[in-house]
C-alpha cells in the first residue's frame, strides 16, 4: 500500500462519463488499482461518502454555484488534495453546463455553472468529452512517477505533464473558438485534421484542407485544440513516444 | 417512537443522492424518501433555441451511463416532431448501438451491487478489486464483457460514451463489412461470457436473499424475504428498444401520463433522530441535522394512470415475458435474464444490417412546432423525451428519464425493510441520479403536462 | 545541428520491385509498395491515404467529404480515404502538393471502419498529430494501440489548394485536369501534361503560395514516423528511406526479406544524404527563424510558439 499514490475522484455537475471513461480501462483499471494507486474516495465506485485526504484528486463536472454543497465539495477537495486534476470538459471549461441558464424544477435557481479553475488552482487539465481511457491512464501512471518514481522518472513525469499543467494555468473557457484564435489566425494551421477526428460531436469538417467550426454543434469541451498538434507540441517529450509508450504499457502488464 | 435516519450521500450509484428514513423501534422502515441532490443543470430549459442537431448531444451528456438512451430518445423525438422517417439501415445501427449499452451497462451494475453480497458458500463480502480467486476472474470477465459493450457502441456509434454517428435523419456514416464482422466476432465473444456471468450473478444473488442474516457494517441484520416488494405498477415500452410517436401503434400513452412536484409527495422538514457510525463507510448523518426532502429534492414524481410505476429490466420482463418474481432479488436477476438476450437481438441486428445501405433521410423537415416523443428502454428503464421542433429551432424539450420514474417507486418499496437494507433496495434500481434531475412541468400550476402538450 | 534527420536505425535508397506499380507512384513507390506489403501479411487491416475524385466517386464509404458540391470538387484535390487492397492503394498514390488531411480519419478508422491495425501515410507534420494522439490521446480515445505503421513523407511545405491552380494555371499554363504528374526537384517545380508536355517553374515562384502554417514547421523527414521516405538524395525514380522505430525496423526488413524492394547503399548513390541533410537544415533554421521573428512581431506582443 505504501508504494501506491492515494487518490480520490469528487463527483460534481458532471454526467459520470468521465467515470465511465476511467472505467474503460478495463483490465488494466484492475492492474492500476493493484499497483499504484489507493482508491481513498469516490461514490460512485467506492462505498466511501466522505473527501479523503488525498495525493491526486480528480474532479468531474463543473460547480453549480447556486447549490451550497457543490461549492463546499470543491473547495474541501482543494485543501485535501496534493494535486487537482480536473478531468473532462466540464471540469476544464464547463462544457454543455456553459450553456445552463436555470428556470428548471424543482431547483429553478440552479442557473450558474463554473468549471472549477474559476474556484479553485487546478494543476493538471484533462479535457474531453468524454476524456479518454488512454488519457486518464497516462495521466495516473505520470503522477505516480512524479510522486513515487527514481529522479529520472520524477522528471519524465514533469515533462509530459507541464503541457497539461499549463492548459490549466491558460484559463477555463475553449471551444472550437480556440482553434481559430489560436492556431488559424495565428497562422499556425497546416491542416492535418486531427481537430476533426478529436471532435466529439462532429462539430468540425475539413474544408479545402482546413477546419470549419459548426459552432451550433460544438459543445465547448476543448478537445480539439488540446489534441491539435500546434497547440502545444513538446518535441521532447513526444519524439519519445516509443519508449513512453512501451514503459506505460509495461507497467500495466 | 419511530425515528429519522438518513443515508447521504448514497453510494455505488450514478450522481448525488440521499435517502431519508422514518424507522420504527425494530430498526423498520415507516416512510422512505428516496431523492435526489444532484444539482439540476436544466437541460430541457437550455435546449429551448438551439438547434434539434445539437440538443441530443447535449441530452446524451445528461448521463454518462445511459448516454445512449438520451441521444437516441432525444434525435428520435426530433424526428417524430419534425416526421422524419429514417432508412431501416440507419435505425439497425441505433439498434446495436442500444444494445452494446446495455451490456456494457449490467456489466457496470454487476460491480457497483457485487459489495453487497457474499462469494457463495462463505462468509466474505465480495470486494470486485481484490487481486483474488474467484473474485479476480469475474472481475477480468465484467471488464472484458464492458470492453465488447463499448467496443461494438464505438463501431455502430462512432464513440460508446456519447456516441458521434448519430444525427437527425439517421446517422452519419454506415458502417463497412471490415467493422460488420467485427461487431459479429464480438458480440459472439459477449454471448458466452454473458451467459457465464449471469449465472455468477443469479447465484450470488440468490444466496444473499436466501440467508437469513446478513452483515451491514458489523450489525446483523435480518433479511425479509420480502425485500424490496411495492404494489405499484410497472412501465416499459419495447421488449429492448424503444417506441414514438410516429408509429403505427405507439406503446405509450402521453394522455396516462401525469407529474407531481416533489413537495407534494415527500417528507417535510424533520431532525435526525437515529445516528449509526457503524454505517458503512464513515456512519450516517449526524444527530439533530436538519432534513427537507420536500425542498431538497431535485426532480418531480411522474405518474402513469395516476401511480408511480416502475421501470427497468423487471418491467420489460413482466411486461413482455411474463415474468413474476418481485422485490429486490426479482430485479437484480431480471437485469441478468436480459444479458443473453442482449446479444441474441444484437446478432439479428447485425445480420440485418446492409453495410451498403443508406443510413441519411433523403428528405430532412425543419419542423412546424408539432409535438413528438419517443421512448428509449434504457438500461434502467423507459426514457421518454418529448420535442416540438419549428423551423429548424427547438421550441420544447422534455425528458421523462427513468430513474424519475423510479424515485419514487422505489421510496415505496423501502417500506418494511430494515433500514440499514435501504441502499440495497435502491442500487436494485440501478439507479441514475443526474440523469434523473431533468425534467419540467410545463403548467406549474395543475401540473398536468400532458393535457397541455397535446393542444 | 546534427538532430536534423532525427533517429533513424537504418537508412536506403530503394525502389519498389513491382514494375506496374512504379508507373503510378510519385518516385520509388515505397508508401504504396510498403502498405500492400503490409496489407497483404496482415500487418495492417487498412491504411489511410490520399485519394481523389475518382476514388471517391466508386467507394464514397472509403472516404471523408467535405461540405463541397462533388460535382464540384476539382482535380487534384486530395481526399482523405481508407483503402484495402493494393488496386486501391495504386489508385490513391502519388504526391499531391496540397492538403490532404488524412488525419481526419484517425479515430474514424477505428469506429466504422473497424480496423485494429491501421496504416497510415502523411506529412511530417501529420506524423507528429499521429504521435500527440498517441501520447496524448486527448480526443482519441482507442486509436493510440491501432496503430500499425505510419509512414512519412519528406516535406519541404505544402499548398492550400487555390495555389496549386494558380501555379498550374496560371504560372504553368496548363489545365489542371490535364495534369499528370507534379514533382518538385532539382530545385524547380515540375508540371508533366498528359500528352507529354512538361513544364518547370522557378521554386522561388512558388514561395509566395506556401501555406503559412508550414513556416514554423522544424521536420523535414517525417522524424516520428515508423518508416520514413522521400525522392530527396536519391537518383530519379528512387527513393530515400529511412527505417526510424521498431515497427519500423520489423515491417521493413520483412519486406525486404519478401523481396518487395530492390536498394542501394544510401553512401553509394548520388547526391545521397548530404542533400538531405543540407534540405533539413535549410528548411530548419529558415522556419527557426520565423518562430524567433514571431517572438517580437508586433510592438511588445508575441505570436503564439507552438513548442513552448
Ligand atoms: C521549397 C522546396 C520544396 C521542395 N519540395 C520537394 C518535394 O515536394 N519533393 C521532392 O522530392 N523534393 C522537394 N524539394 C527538394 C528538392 O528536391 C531539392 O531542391 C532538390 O532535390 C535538390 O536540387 P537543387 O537543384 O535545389 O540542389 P541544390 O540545393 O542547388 O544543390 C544540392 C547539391 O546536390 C546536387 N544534386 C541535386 N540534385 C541532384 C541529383 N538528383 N543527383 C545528383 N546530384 C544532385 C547538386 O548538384 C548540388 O551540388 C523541395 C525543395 C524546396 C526548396
Ligand atoms: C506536400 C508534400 C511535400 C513533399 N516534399 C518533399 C520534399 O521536400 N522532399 C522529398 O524528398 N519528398 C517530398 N515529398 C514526398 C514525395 O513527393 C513523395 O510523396 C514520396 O517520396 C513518396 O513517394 P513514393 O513513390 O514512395 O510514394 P507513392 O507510392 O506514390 O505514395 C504516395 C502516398 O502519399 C499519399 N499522399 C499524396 N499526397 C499526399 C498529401 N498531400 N498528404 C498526405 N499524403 C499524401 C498518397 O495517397 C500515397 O499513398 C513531399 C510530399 C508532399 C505531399
Ligand atoms: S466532460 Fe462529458 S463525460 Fe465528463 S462529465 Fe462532462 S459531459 Fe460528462
Ligand atoms: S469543436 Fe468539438 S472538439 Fe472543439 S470544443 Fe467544440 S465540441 Fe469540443
Ligand atoms: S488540428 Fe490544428 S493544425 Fe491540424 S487542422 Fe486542426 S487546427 Fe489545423
Ligand atoms: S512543411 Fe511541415 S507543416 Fe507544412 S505540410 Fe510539410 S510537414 Fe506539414
Ligand atoms: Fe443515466
Redesign the interface.
Known sequence: MADKITVGYTHLSGCTGCTVALADNYAGLLTLLDKYVDLKYMPTLADARHIQQVDVSFVEGSVCINDKLAVEEIKETREKSAIVVALGGCACYGNITRFSRGGQQNQPAHEAYLPIGDLIKVDVYIPGCAPTPQMIRNVAVMAYLLLKGTKEQKDLATAFLTPLMKLAAAGTSACFCELMTNVINQGLCMGCGTCAAACPVNAITMEYGKPQGERDLCIKCGACYSQCPRSFFNTDVISQYEAINEAIMAALQ | MSKVVEI?????????SKLVLKVNDQGIIETGNWCS??????????AVG??P??VP??AS?????C?IAHCLAATEAMEASIKCEIPNDAKMLRHILQLANRCHSIA?HD??IL?DFYIPGTETKINP?T?EEPV?SV??RI??L??IG??IG??AG?????P??T?IGGM?????E??????YDLAKEGLTLSHQQAEFMIAVIRNYHNRDFVDVGGMKVPMPKTLGYHNQGYLATHAFYGSTSMDECPSWDINRFKEA???DWYMGEMEVTLEEPKY???GTTKMGTKVNPQME????IPMYDGQPVEVGPRARLVRYKNFDMKGTKGQNIAREMEYQDCFYEMIDCIDALNT?GKVVADYIPNGDGSLGWASNEAPRGTDVHIARVNDWKVQYFSMLVPTTWNFATCSKALEGAPWQLAEVIMRGYDP?V?CA?????LD?ENKMIAQKLIQ | MGAELGNYKSCVSARSTDKELLKHAQDGGIVTSLFAFALEEGIIDGAIVAANKEFAAKYPSKCMMDNSNFDMIEPWRPIPAIVNTKAELIAAAGTKYNISPNVSLLKEATRSFGLDKIGIVGTPCQMQAVRKAQLYPIGMRDVGASIALAVGIFCMENFPYQSILQLVEDHAAMKLESVKKMEIGKGKFWVYGKRGQVVQLPLKITHKYEQPGCHVCLDYVANLADVSTGSVGSPDGWSTVMVRSKIGDSVWGKAMAAGCFETQPIEKVKPGLELVTKLANEKITKNKKTLEGRATFGVGKALRNPYI
Open positions: 447521504s450521500p448514497t453510494t455505488r450509484h450514478e450522481g448525488h441532490i444532484t444539482p439540476v443543470r436544466g437541460v430541457e430549459k437550455l438551439k438547434t442537431e445539437q448531444k447535449i451528456r445528461v448521463c454518462g451511463i448516454p457496470l460491480i457497483l459489495p478489486f487481486a479476480r472481475a477480468k471488464q472484458r464492458r470492453e463499448q467496443t464505438q463501431i462512432g464513440d460508446c460514451i456519447h458521434r454517428n444525427r452519419y456514416r454506415n458502417v463497412s471490415q467493422a460488420k464482422t467485427k461487431m412536484r416533489p413537495y458503512p463507510i464513515g429534492a431535485c426532480t418531480g451498403s441514475c443526474s434531475t431533468h425534467m419540467i412541468v406549474e
